[in-house]
T-cell receptor
Framework: DGGITQSPKYLFRKEGQNVTLSCEQN?????MYWYRQDPGQGLRLIYY???????QKGDIAEGYSVSREKKESFPLTVTSAQKNPTAFYLC????????????????FGPGTRLTVL | AQSVTQLDSHVSVSEGTPVLLRCNYS??????LFWYVQHPNKGLQLLLK??????LVKGINGFEAEFKKSETSFHLTKPSAHMSDAAEYFC????????????FGKGTKLSVIP
């Protein structure tokens, strides 16, 4: 089956701890994304990567870090600097097309719910 | 700059009646527009997308949406609601200038009454 997997499904963190959320895709997509979802606020982009070993900050990158060492993997670390990390985190991937083509459908994983204790 | 406004945060319909979820957008470029559905504690599933080929777009599960440039709208409809349609729906716009530039609406929660 082709798709995007995220683990774990639920994650609990004590204040001051760093935690890493996993995202893996076997769709052979070049681009990968991390979003944060809070109730009533839609999705906000944290980081994205359009190619291995390169990534860019999104709208709310503070307190988060990522790596992209392999095409199929894009882990997100929530650091202790993130003041309000309790949220639902969604990973997505897409074909990285040339700018202006508009064919930019993103496919989403099932999400990880992070709760700070 | 681009933005999306979902005009209703919550819509409630009876099973078997039509569904209308409203979305207005603004974009500096010719936009791509999407509707996604999210069931509780799940990821987002693509319902349909508009990419300038045809103004009436048919999606999965009997949903469709019509792109109206003059009204800057992309409303989602379904002729007859089913209990399984109860979920949250997101309207999304892309400027087309790069696949990372998606802007999400805040969502419309659809309730279906038996």
């Amino acid at each position: 089956d082709g798709g995007i997997t995220q683990s774990p499904k639920y994650l609990f963190r004590k204040e001051g701890q760093n935690v890493t959320l996993s995202c893996e895709q076997n769709l052979n997509h070049d681009a990968m994304y991390w979003y944060r979802q809070d109730p009533g606020q839609g999705l906000r982009l944290i980081y994205y990567s359009q190619i291995v070993n390169d990534f860019q900050k999104g709208d709310i990158a503070e307190g988060y870090s990522v790596s992209r060492e392999k095409k199929e993997s894009f882990p997100l670390t929530v650091t202790s600097a993130q003041k309000n990390p309790t949220a639902f985190y969604l990973c997505a991937s897409s074909i990285a097309l040339p700018r202006g083509t508009g064919l930019d459908t993103q496919y989403f994983g099932p999400g990880t719910r992070l709760t700070v204790l | 700059a681009q933005s999306v406004t979902q005009l209703d945060s919550h819509v409630s319909v009876s099973e078997g009646t039509p569904v209308l979820l409203r979305c207005n957008y603004s974009s500096s470029y010719s936009p791509s527009l999407f509707w996604y559905v999210q069931h509780p504690n799940k990821g987002l599933q693509l319902l349909l997308k508009y990419t300038s080929a045809a103004t009436l777009v048919k999606g999965i599960n009997g949903f469709e949406a019509e792109f109206k440039k003059s009204e800057t709208s992309f409303h989602l409809t379904k002729p007859s609601a089913h209990m399984s349609d109860a979920a949250e729906y997101f309207c999304v716009v892309s400027s087309g200038a790069g696949s990372y530039q998606l802007t999400f609406g805040k969502g419309t929660k659809l309730s279906v009454i038996p």
